[in-house]
């Protein structure tokens, strides 16, 4: 009767582990089905699979060995289908004058979409000199706390394009107060693939040339049309 109960007993248990892998396995199809789409610009699918896995590693994130990477990976995600989708009030309310610090530290992933959001969703309410100002300090702030939580090896690529962008922002912010500059320049203006590239100049295609330095036993040869006529045999 003992053995009996074992063999159940451990039936059960292969059985929860199964069942537990079969589940992860799903949601792991699911993210990657929503990376896929959201690759191909279909944020609205990519989106619908994030909202929903994000219960499940809500759930998986109290679990010790698996911890909240997870859950943070996905609200990243989720984060930049917003902010794809133009959506940065959802990020950065207008309420809110440090969206950033809404965002738990360990996620830097987020961290950096809700800094730049916050910056984008300001440029158009940027009228004059104090609001424009007042929305570069913001983002400062923001790019700065990004820069701050990005500790781990991990954070390195985040902190990077947060130690540009702040940068940037600080380079606006100091032309606007020396005068050199009265606007933002407008963030969308090159489009989601960058600046378009200029047609060539066909008088400068004419006009360049290129010089390819001889190599030292090069320049001892004759020129062209002074080598002497080999001999001939027999």
Known sequence: MKGIVRYLAGAAVLG??????????????????????FLTSDYERAGASFDAVEPYYEYASVVPWIGEDPLNDIRARR??????????EALAPEERSDPVA???????????????????SGVPRAKDRAATLALLESAIAAYRSVLNNARRPADAP?????????????????????????????????GALGQHGKSEDAEFEQEFKQYIPLEEDERDLPAAGEFEAPSRKG
């Open 16 to 37: 929860i582990l199964g069942a537990l892998c079969l589940g992860a396995s799903r949601l792991d199809r699911q993210v990657a089905d929503g990376q896929q789409a």
């Open 79 to 88: 984060g930049a289908v917003n902010y794809w989708r133009h959506e940065y």
């Open 158 to 190: 985040y902190a990077v394009e947060a130690a540009y962008n702040y940068e940037h922002v600080v380079r606006l912010r100091d032309e606007i107060v020396k005068g050199r500059r009265r606007a933002l320049p407008d963030p969308d203006a090159d």
């Open 102 to 120: 809404d965002v738990p530290p360990g996620n830097v992933a987020l961290q950096l979409i809700v800094a730049d959001a916050l910056y984008r």
